[in-house]
């Protein structure tokens, strides 16, 4: 690890500090760090530089608005590619929060979020883009419960930075 050294005027430093101090950081390389890596992963977002992305979108919907429920079902059944998993909360007796967890080409998973939160009745949309590399690989688990046991294709997700 290499060590960097700054400057900053009394004011920023202050600031700084007071940002630490709230976000509970036990020192100022670990929010640095943070903030660069915020950066550089938003950076590269923006200008499309990377190529897949693990994904958060969440977003609030009233479940009585007329076929909601049914076409956003149907939005995440044609890109059943794009969407591991979901988690669907009532919160009233008119609203649900529901959230997507999505992996896939940055572009598409964009346009799968935009989509969503388009829809007529979709408030509080948001989507937390993490950029990844995906690294597909072969392996045995190792155990074998049936003579054509064959090693498992996985991909593996690293987060960039």
Do not use: W
Request: glycine share 2%; aromatic share 4%; charged share 25%.
């Amino acid at each position: 690890m290499s060590r960097v050294t700054i400057s900053l005027d009394d004011k920023l430093l202050e600031a700084f500090d007071a940002y630490i101090k709230r976000k509970s950081y036990e020192n100022r390389s670990e929010a640095i760090r943070d903030l660069l890596r915020r950066q550089l992963e938003q950076d590269r977002l923006e200008e499309n530089q990377t190529e897949h992305t693990v994904a958060c979108l969440s977003y609030v919907f009233n479940h009585h608005q007329r076929e909601l429920a049914r076409r956003l079902t149907q939005i995440q059944h044609s890109h059943h590619d794009l969407v591991l998993s979901t988690l669907h909360i009532h919160l009233d007796h008119e609203n649900c929060f529901e959230i997507a967890i999505l992996q896939g080409n940055t572009i598409d998973v964009r346009c799968f979020a935009e989509t969503t939160i388009a829809e007529t009745g979709v408030r509080h949309g948001n989507l937390h883009l993490v950029p990844a590399e995906i690294a597909r690989s072969r392996h045995d688990h190792g155990h074998h419960h049936h003579p054509h046991d064959h090693p498992h294709l996985h991909d593996h997700i690293h987060p960039k930075t």
